[in-house]
């Protein structure tokens, strides 16, 4: 990955939580807890979401950065959702959480140099693909930085998506 697309992914992750405190800062509980998309996550759900799954992927990068071709363990997205702690407590939570994450991420991804992007990390499969016979996956932390600033764009749009089918909803 060239310098400028680093850049751009790490400007990605340095404003996601404050795009996302804006576009849930005038929702109502209902609204953040409501199911306005069968099979989707509520907007609280993708919320609490992203906390976990971008804590997770910082400590893959500071993995990939201590220890050579280091072994992650999966991230079982689904049970980590079942949990108390992304059931209950406010977004608030969550999302200064995710400002104290990222300011810390960016920090980190700023001071990295070429040899250090491509570190690489294996990950071990999921519960589905392992089923399936996969096998640990590679990824050098290039890869990682543009997972990660996909991932928080992805559930942006997410996000706006089921704000749109519960105004749709109430106007119907």
Not at 93 to 110: G, K, P
Not at 143 to 163: E, F, K
Request: aromatic letters at 4%; charged letters at 25%; one cysteine or more.
């Amino acid at each position: 990955m060239q310098q400028r697309e680093r850049d751009a992914c790490i400007e990605r992750i340095r404003i996601l939580p404050s795009l996302l405190r804006a576009l849930v800062a005038d929702l109502d509980e209902e609204q953040l807890t409501v199911h306005s998309i069968p099979g989707e996550w509520n907007i609280a759900r993708i919320v609490h979401h992203l906390a976990d799954s971008h804590m997770y992927a910082f400590l893959q990068v500071r993995s990939g950065l201590t220890a050579n071709n280091p072994l992650i363990g999966n991230y079982e997205q689904d049970r980590f959702a079942a949990l108390a702690d992304s059931k209950g407590p406010p977004v608030t939570d969550s999302l200064d959480l995710l400002e104290a994450l990222h300011a810390r991420r960016v920090v980190l991804w700023r001071s990295l140099d070429d040899s250090q992007f491509a570190r690489r990390t294996r990950l071990m499969p999921d519960a589905r693909s392992a089923a399936a016979g996969g096998q640990a996956r590679t990824r050098t932390l290039d890869g990682n930085l543009a997972s990660c600033a996909q991932h928080g764009d992805d559930h942006l749009d997410q996000i706006r998506r089921t704000i749109q089918a519960g105004q749709a909803a109430t106007e119907a």
